[in-house]
């Protein structure tokens, strides 16, 4: 998986969309109890888009995870028993992204990876969030314990200074 800081698609672009199609069905597998698992199947959705900065042509996924379920197809709904049901899903999101013409993207400078994502699951934002609240939490934890431990050294002190002979 490539997530976070080893995320390949870190350079931001317009992207122009050159082809929205459904291609093929792929299987899937979904729970319907205590280890019982039934088979369906979702329409996969194929864009391929070309980034403005380099005009290179990449097939479009949604997102990092989505690039690691199926690198071939745009989106993967949750599989579900009702085809009818995921084939709406994505054919919703055909439309919607037939209907735009250019979208911001993300891809890899070093071309290592072929493929061009529409969002990032995790941004310098999510990883500046993930260390942040951590932290203050730790930090107001530990004044809270300093501040007890310096009300209980003032009190034996007062307690001293009360006992001492005037």
């Given at each position: 998986?490539?997530?976070?800081?080893?995320?390949?698609?870190?350079?931001?672009?317009?992207?122009?969309?050159?082809?929205?199609?459904?291609?093929?069905?792929?299987?899937?597998?979904y729970s319907c109890g205590?280890?019982?698992?039934?088979?369906?199947?979702?329409?996969?959705?194929?864009?391929?888009?070309?980034?403005?900065a380099t005009g290179r042509?990449?097939?479009?996924?949604?997102?990092?995870?989505?690039?690691?379920?199926?690198?071939?197809?745009?989106?993967?709904?949750?599989?579900?028993?009702?085809?009818?049901?995921?084939?709406?899903?994505?054919?919703?999101?055909?439309?919607?992204?037939?209907?735009?013409?250019?979208?911001?993207?993300?891809?890899?400078?070093?071309?290592?990876?072929?493929?061009?994502?529409?969002?990032?699951?995790?941004?310098?934002?999510?990883?500046?969030?993930?260390?942040?609240?951590?932290?203050?939490?730790?930090?107001?934890?530990?004044?809270?314990?300093?501040?007890?431990?310096?009300?209980?050294?003032?009190?034996?002190?007062?307690?001293?200074?009360?006992?001492?002979?005037?």
């Amino acid at each position: 998986m490539n997530h976070g800081r080893s995320s390949v698609w870190t350079e931001e672009s317009i992207c122009t969309i050159l082809n929205s199609s459904l291609t093929m069905e792929v299987n899937c597998s979904y729970s319907c109890g205590p280890e019982c698992w039934r088979s369906s199947r979702y329409p996969c959705l194929q864009v391929y888009v070309s980034i403005n900065a380099t005009g290179r042509v990449g097939l479009l996924s949604y997102n990092e995870e989505s690039q690691d379920v199926s690198s071939e197809c745009f989106y993967v709904p949750k599989c579900q028993k009702e085809h009818a049901a995921a084939q709406a899903v994505v054919a919703n999101i055909s439309e919607k992204l037939k209907a735009q013409q250019q979208v911001r993207c993300y891809y890899d400078p070093a071309e290592q990876q072929g493929s061009v994502l529409l969002s990032r699951l995790y941004d310098s934002s999510a990883i500046f969030h993930s260390l942040f609240w951590p932290s203050c939490m730790l930090a107001g934890g530990s004044l809270i314990i300093f501040m007890v431990k310096l009300t209980q050294y003032l009190s034996i002190l007062c307690e001293h200074i009360s006992k001492m002979p005037k």
